[in-house]
């Protein structure tokens, strides 16, 4: 079953920063377009980052100016490179296509801002 697999995340200081990295198997990546989405406790997922076939890229406003986001069709593997982290990031960070599939979701990875 197809799934994407996330990593990078870990503590962080304000200020900081971060490269997220998450792969899927299978031609997920060759055929839709694959965004980062972040989950806040209690909340439902929201995508923060996104990125066509054609790198088209679009950014949810409380990120904009300090997130980017990168894919490697050839790899299956997108990026998210993550600058002057906030407490106000802190949160489980995942990768799907948009719109979302129940079935790709993985298990994610966390997040923590914290001095």
């Known amino acids: 079953q197809v799934q994407f697999v996330e990593s990078g995340g870990g503590l962080v200081q304000p200020g900081g920063s971060l490269r997220l990295s998450c792969v899927a198997s299978?031609?997920?990546?060759?055929?839709?377009?694959v965004a980062w989405y972040r989950q806040f406790p209690g909340n439902e997922r929201r995508w923060v980052a996104k990125?066509?076939?054609?790198?088209?890229?679009d950014y949810a406003d409380s990120v904009k100016g300090r997130f980017t986001i990168s894919r490697d069709n050839a790899r299956n593997t997108a990026y998210l490179q993550m600058n002057n982290i906030q407490p106000e990031d802190t949160a489980a960070y995942y990768c799907?296509?948009?719109?979302?599939?129940?079935?790709?979701w993985g298990q994610g990875t966390q997040v923590t801002v914290s001095s």
């Open positions: 990125i066509t076939l054609t790198d088209k890229i």
């Open positions: 799907n296509i948009i719109p979302s599939r129940d079935s790709l």
């Open positions: 299978g031609n997920i990546f060759s055929m839709n377009t």
